[in-house]
């Protein structure tokens, strides 16, 4: 796991750097229930400048704090960098492929400020269709996961926040079903659709 004090000195270099970019993984959920620890990885959703133009860039940014760098399964830019000792990994990530995020998640994105860093982070509903959108396996595990953590820290979804999301991204019908069969949603939704 990744410490919050990591998590927000990696985030500064990047911001230095002068990149633009919003947090879309894991991280989203356990920076809106403020816990100490933000994941395995930190899944970053970069528009400036483009991971697929400008590799170089990066590649020259890991050069010189001495990290490493490799690949996502998606082949994008994955660093590694060492941060107080602790191993901390960005992987990151631009629409290629099967990989969509709508532009209006990046565009509306919420703003959080963890110690006086404010960055920028998709809404929990919408890390939540994306997770349901992909229909892995492992990512309905995931999704099982996160319904746990968040009714112990008693965030609450907002189901129209959910309904708005899965039109963007389609499949709105299979996104809902997927959600309510976890537990994600309570009102009669899934008739509303039908």
Excluded: C
Excluded at 26 to 48: A, H, P, R, Y
Excluded at 130 to 155: A, C, P, Q
Excluded at 175 to 184: D, F
């Amino acid at each position: 796991m990744v410490s919050l004090k990591a998590f927000i000195e990696i985030i500064r270099k990047l911001l230095d750097e002068g990149i633009k970019f919003t947090i879309i993984g894991d991280t989203v959920i356990l920076l809106n229930t403020k816990s100490e620890d933000v994941g395995e990885d930190i899944d970053i959703f970069v528009e400036s400048p483009s991971i697929l133009e400008n590799e170089n860039f990066y590649e020259e940014i890991v050069e010189r704090n001495n990290w490493l760098y490799g690949h996502t399964w998606l082949n994008t830019p994955r660093i590694t960098a060492i941060i107080n000792n602790e191993e901390v990994n960005l992987d990151l990530y631009d629409n290629l492929y099967d990989f969509y995020i709508p532009e209006s998640f990046i565009k509306n994105a919420q703003r959080i400020d963890i110690n006086g860093l404010r960055i920028r982070a998709i809404n929990i509903e919408q890390y939540l269709v994306l997770k349901s959108y992909s229909g892995k396996e492992e990512d309905m595990l995931k999704l099982k996961e996160i319904l746990v953590i968040l009714k112990r820290n008693k965030i609450k979804i907002d189901e129209n926040k959910i309904v708005e999301a899965a039109r963007e991204l389609g499949e709105e019908s299979t996104i809902i079903r997927r959600l309510k069969e976890i537990g994600y949603l309570r009102w009669k939704i899934w008739d509303y659709l039908k």
